[in-house]
Structure formats: structure tokens, C-alpha cells
């Protein structure tokens, strides 16, 4: 090599800049990694999409799904369909721990080079987890913490928490998770057309309004919720320190701890001091299933053994164990029965003239019917319900 090329070389290698990897999109931090306000992967894209001054639905067409539909699936030739189907009314999933998480995970990680967009999501728990129960279908938000937020300037954003069903109450303000707009009524799915967290999806309005209507929690429910929220912010707290995703085996191990201390390795007799069904705790303990994240609660509540400790194979039980006695809502098991679609009409038909109103929360309860169950089936009925309880509310 000749002097004058050694020298080129040399400037050339001294003088390249350090380019970071491009982005495709803004390069947006994630908020709250590492800590149990981290924001859902939802709520993530919907504040990118803002940022880029576009509608989300536009941001997903145009960049989203072009590389969603490039991943292929044995059992579904081709992702991009079912993403379509799925869109609007199973955002959520994005949130959770299977093929939609990760792949629109991945897909977003591609556009904005953040490397740990998974970590929005459950996927650090798809081996320990099952996806049943797991996540609700429409957002459910706490209008006092918008509030708060927006007067600290603190970035606008969803929580991942917010999106488990298990969770229903904002623990800061000791009130019930929203999840109807107090303006037009209508339940949101995670990612709509124009989603931005702390707005309505449908009617722009503002959700961080504090004199909607809060219940009073009653005592059970508040430390339920209490320690559902302590342990799972500490599981998210914990996901980006795990090396790797905690193995399925840990959930067998750990079930044959638990059954060992408390009936002597008698699954049925667990599965009836715990209230599951009976084949339950047997099956998690062979490895067969995944539990439920509401179910294992119970277990996590009554022997007070925290999630994390559980998921991650690190149960100890000192002996002998005491069981705590479950709230009284955990504590009954599920009846199957048929739902009686002409009953149920003629009493929230009933409802709907009742003096004065109620909520439909009030309604369900007095009907003995679920919630979620209710509005599947009678939309319109629960809706009027509701909008007639908020009229009056606010004419008083
Ligand atoms: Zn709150
Ligand atoms: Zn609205």
C-alpha cells in the first residue's frame, strides 16, 4: 500500500462519522420501561401516529401492515388477513403475549429502531401464561390520572395494566376503571382510526374528567385489588431484567409445591379449598395447561406467594402453611347456565323504565348477569340504560 493510500484509509477511518441506524419512523422512547406505568404497545403506536401528525389508522395502513403481511403462518397463509380481520375489534391482542404481539411488536420495532417494544407487551409471559381472560376486548382508562398527568406535563399514555382484565380499579385514586366515553357512550377498542390516549376515539371529547360517576369500592374489593396491581407491577418491573422468558416448567414445579403444603399433594382437595374447577390445579401441575392469570391470583392471594416469585420458580413456602380466605367474589365458582335471551330482554326492558335510573353495573348486578354478557348481546338496551342514568345525573 502506497503512502498516499495508506493515509486516504486512514482519514477515511478517522474522520466517518458514527451514523446511528436509521428510522424508518420516529425513533419515539417507549414510556416507563421498567416500571409499572409502562405503556401498552397500543398506546405506544397510537402516540407515534400522533407525532406524525397522521391518523393512526393511516399509520397502520401505510406502514404498519406492509410488513405484518410479509410474516407467514402455517395455519394462516397470510397474516395481513387475519391482522384486518382482527383490527378494530382485537387491538388488544397487541398487547398480549401471542402471535399478534409479537409480530406487530416486531413490525414497530422495524419502523422506529427501539429495540424493546416487546416489553410493552406480555410476551415475556408466554410461557407461563395462558391468553384466556387475559385481556379485555375495549379500553378502560382512569380519568384521574389523565387529569393528573396532563396538568404535570406528564406524556399522555396507557399503561399496559390497564389492558388486563384482572385489573379494574386505579389504585392511586381508589376509583373504578372507566370504560364507556362519558360523552357519546361508547365502549373504544384499543386502536381505532383516530385512537390517541386520553381521547375519545369516536367523539375527540376529553376523557380526563373527574365528576363522572365514582362507585364506592367496597373493603374486599379494594385490597383484592390491591394486591393484584402490587404484584403485577412488580412482574413488570422485573420483565426487562429476565434473561430469557420464564420456561414453561416453572408453573409445574411450582403447583406441586403448592398442592404438597396444602393437602398433601391432593390436587382435587386444592382445587376445592381454592374454588376451581377440579381438574384444574392437576393439569397445571403435569405441565398440560397454562393458568389463568385471574385464577392463579387466588392461589398468589391465598398462600401469599407473590406472581413473580410463582412465574419465575422461586416459590418458597415456609411450613406450616396458612390459607388467607378469598374475597367473597373469588371465592364462588362459575355456573354454567343457558343465557335466557327473552328474560334477560324483559328485565333490562324493565330496567329501562325503572324510577330512578341505575347504572348498568347496578342493572347487571340486580340481574345476576355479566356485564361484558349483557352488552354482547343487547348493545342498544345497556347503552340507552346508560345514557338515561347520565341524563338524569345531569339534569340533577
Ligand atoms: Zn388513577
Ligand atoms: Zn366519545
Request: hydrophobic share 40%; with cysteine; proline share 7%.
Given at each position: 500500500?502506497?503512502?498516499?493510500?495508506?493515509?486516504?484509509?486512514?482519514?477515511?477511518?478517522?474522520?466517518?462519522?458514527?451514523?446511528?441506524?436509521?428510522?424508518?419512523?420516529?425513533?419515539?422512547?417507549?414510556?416507563?420501561?421498567?416500571?409499572?406505568?409502562?405503556?401498552?404497545?397500543?398506546?405506544?403506536?397510537?402516540?407515534?401516529?400522533?407525532?406524525?401528525?397522521?391518523?393512526?389508522?393511516?399509520?397502520?395502513?401505510?406502514?404498519?401492515?406492509?410488513?405484518?403481511?410479509?410474516?407467514?403462518?402455517?395455519?394462516?397463509?397470510?397474516?395481513?388477513?387475519?391482522?384486518?380481520?382482527?383490527?378494530?375489534?382485537?387491538?388488544?391482542?397487541?398487547?398480549?403475549?401471542?402471535?399478534?404481539?409479537?409480530?406487530?411488536?416486531?413490525?414497530?420495532?422495524?419502523?422506529?429502531?427501539?429495540?424493546?417494544?416487546?416489553?410493552?407487551?406480555?410476551?415475556?409471559?408466554?410461557?407461563?401464561?395462558?391468553?384466556?381472560?387475559?385481556?379485555?376486548?375495549?379500553?378502560?382508562?382512569?380519568?384521574?390520572?389523565?387529569?393528573?398527568?396532563?396538568?404535570?406535563?406528564?406524556?399522555?399514555?396507557?399503561?399496559?395494566?390497564?389492558?388486563?382484565?384482572?385489573?379494574?380499579?386505579?389504585?392511586?385514586?381508589?376509583?373504578?376503571?372507566?370504560?364507556?366515553?362519558?360523552?357519546?357512550?361508547?365502549?373504544?377498542?384499543?386502536?381505532?382510526?383516530?385512537?390517541?390516549?386520553?381521547?375519545?376515539?369516536?367523539?375527540?371529547?376529553?376523557?380526563?374528567k373527574t365528576e363522572c360517576s365514582r362507585e364506592m369500592l367496597d373493603k374486599e374489593e379494594e385490597v383484592w385489588q390491591a394486591f393484584v396491581v402490587k404484584n403485577l407491577a412488580q412482574l413488570l418491573v422485573a420483565a426487562p431484567t429476565f434473561a430469557s422468558p420464564p420456561p414453561r416448567e416453572n408453573i409445574a414445579r411450582g403447583m406441586k409445591l403448592c398442592i404438597d403444603a396444602v393437602t398433601g399433594g391432593n390436587a382435587k382437595a386444592f382445587a376445592d379449598k381454592l374454588y376451581y374447577s377440579a381438574s384444574v390445579?392437576?393439569?397445571?401441575?403435569?405441565?398440560?395447561?397454562?393458568?389463568?392469570?385471574?385464577?392463579?391470583?387466588?392461589?398468589?392471594?391465598?398462600?401469599?406467594?407473590?406472581?413473580?416469585?410463582?412465574?419465575?420458580?422461586?416459590?418458597?413456602?415456609?411450613?406450616?402453611?396458612?390459607?388467607?380466605?378469598?374475597?367473597?367474589?373469588?371465592?364462588?365458582?362459575?355456573?354454567?347456565?343457558?343465557?335466557?335471551?327473552?328474560?334477560?330482554?324483559?328485565?333490562?326492558?324493565?330496567?329501562?323504565?325503572?324510577?330512578?335510573?341505575?347504572?348498568?353495573?347496578?342493572?347487571?348486578?340486580?340481574?345476576?348477569?355479566?356485564?361484558?354478557?349483557?352488552?354482547?348481546?343487547?348493545?342498544?338496551?345497556?347503552?340507552?340504560?346508560?345514557?338515561?342514568?347520565?341524563?338524569?345525573?345531569?339534569?340533577?
Open positions: 500500500m502506497s503512502v498516499n493510500r495508506f493515509t486516504l484509509h486512514q482519514r477515511r477511518k478517522t474522520f466517518l462519522p458514527d451514523i446511528p441506524e436509521r428510522s424508518c419512523l420516529y425513533p419515539l422512547a417507549p414510556w416507563g420501561v421498567g416500571t409499572s406505568d409502562v405503556e401498552s404497545l397500543t398506546s405506544y403506536v397510537a402516540r407515534l401516529a400522533a407525532i406524525h401528525q397522521v391518523p393512526t389508522g393511516i399509520l397502520l395502513g401505510k406502514y404498519v401492515t406492509p410488513i405484518i403481511s410479509q410474516f407467514t403462518d402455517k395455519d394462516v397463509p397470510r397474516i395481513s388477513h387475519s391482522f384486518w380481520r382482527a383490527f378494530g375489534t382485537d387491538t388488544g391482542a397487541w398487547n398480549g403475549l401471542g402471535v399478534m404481539a409479537f409480530n406487530c411488536s416486531v413490525a414497530v420495532c422495524s419502523l422506529t429502531k427501539q429495540h424493546h417494544l416487546h416489553l410493552l407487551t406480555l410476551l415475556s409471559c408466554h410461557q407461563v401464561l395462558s391468553h384466556r381472560g387475559l385481556l379485555r376486548p375495549y379500553k378502560a382508562w382512569c380519568p384521574a390520572c389523565y387529569e393528573e398527568w396532563e396538568k404535570l406535563g406528564i406524556v399522555l399514555h396507557e399503561p399496559l395494566l390497564w389492558s388486563l382484565k384482572l385489573v379494574t380499579v386505579c389504585v392511586r385514586h381508589q376509583q373504578r376503571l372507566q370504560h364507556q366515553c362519558p360523552y357519546c357512550y361508547r365502549s373504544l377498542y384499543w386502536l381505532e382510526w383516530n385512537s390517541r390516549p386520553g381521547f375519545c376515539s369516536r367523539c375527540h371529547q376529553w376523557l380526563g390445579p392437576g393439569e397445571w401441575r403435569r405441565g398440560n395447561a397454562l393458568p389463568q392469570l385471574d385464577l392463579l391470583f387466588r392461589l398468589c392471594y391465598c398462600l401469599q406467594v407473590p406472581l413473580l416469585k410463582f412465574l419465575t420458580g422461586e416459590v418458597v413456602l415456609d411450613e406450616p402453611v396458612s390459607l388467607i380466605p378469598l374475597p367473597e367474589h373469588q371465592s364462588m365458582r362459575k355456573k354454567y347456565r343457558p343465557f335466557d335471551f327473552a328474560r334477560v330482554q324483559g328485565l333490562l326492558e324493565a330496567a329501562l323504565q325503572q324510577s330512578p335510573p341505575k347504572t348498568m353495573r347496578q342493572v347487571a348486578l340486580e340481574i345476576g348477569y355479566d356485564p361484558g354478557d349483557l352488552s354482547k348481546y343487547f348493545p342498544d338496551l345497556c347503552r340507552a340504560i346508560s345514557v338515561r342514568y347520565k341524563r338524569r345525573k345531569l339534569e340533577a
